[in-house]
């Protein structure tokens, strides 16, 4: 069965830190893994990944993917509270169609 | 950029009633449309794929009858939950597919439906 974990399911932290979110995948014919912030609406996109050990950046966000052992992780470095949201990772597979398998989720809380 | 808008944002409605969500893609043709579910502080949940002119591939556990799904043309899709009840109350979210990017999903903004 297709699943995409995600951990820690939360985490609160203070302004400054540098956190590391977690997203493990087992998903047959593979395509990409996405990450997305979701504030109050619909999740925002921030990076799709397809490539191994290829960091992808924006900002204070990176992120990369090891499609080897299966993981993607997404750090945030200097943690501010505009940064507190549910992060998703979503992994596309093209096994049913162009499905998205959404993970459960990280929910940051930063603090001032 | 691609745009995809919902209608109505918010609705509260009496138990028993149905109602209809919209889903456009405003800026281009989405061949594939996706409903999603999403309980206060979880992950989204995909309810059912829906292509145009064709009828829509629900996932497990979701059942057809109560969430209808129309996809009537390449930038329309609309989600119809009939008779509804309190546990139908949730954050409906939809994203559509361009034909050409083939792994990205445009989202909606999202319904926050209230049966009561």
């Known amino acids: 069965e297709d699943k995409v974990v995600q951990s820690p399911l939360s985490l609160v932290v203070h302004e400054g830190d540098t956190v590391t979110l977690n997203c493990s995948y087992e998903?047959?014919?593979?395509?990409?893994l996405l990450w997305y912030k979701q504030e109050k609406k619909a999740p925002t996109f921030l990076f799709m990944l397809?490539?191994?050990?290829i960091e992808k950046k924006s900002g204070r966000l990176s992120s990369i993917l090891d499609k080897k052992e299966l993981f993607s992780i997404l750090n945030i470095t200097a943690t501010q509270t505009g940064d507190s949201a549910i992060y998703l990772c979503?992994?596309?597979?093209?096994?049913?169609?162009?499905?998205?398998?959404f993970g459960t989720g990280t929910s940051l809380t930063v603090i001032p | 950029g691609a745009v995809v808008s919902q209608h109505p944002s918010r609705v509260i409605c009496k138990s028993g009633t149905s109602v209809k969500i919209e889903c456009r893609s405003l800026d281009f043709q989405a061949t594939t449309m996706f409903w999603y579910r999403q309980f206060p502080k979880q992950s989204l949940m995909l309810m059912a794929t829906?292509?145009?002119?064709?009828?829509?591939?629900?996932e497990q556990g979701v059942e057809k009858d109560k969430f209808l799904i129309n996809h009537a043309s390449l930038t329309l899709s609309t989600l119809t939950v009939t008779s509804a009840h309190p546990e139908d109350s949730s954050f409906y979210i939809c994203?559509?597919?361009?034909?050409?990017?083939?792994?990205?999903?445009?989202f909606g903004p999202g319904t926050r439906l209230t049966v009561l």
């Open positions: 998903v047959t014919n593979f395509r990409s």
């Open positions: 397809t490539s191994s050990g």
């Open positions: 979503a992994v596309d597979s093209s096994r049913t169609g162009n499905q998205f398998y």
């Open positions: 994203s559509a597919q361009r034909g050409d990017w083939y792994n990205e999903q445009f």
């Open positions: 829906s292509n145009e002119g064709s009828k829509a591939t629900y």
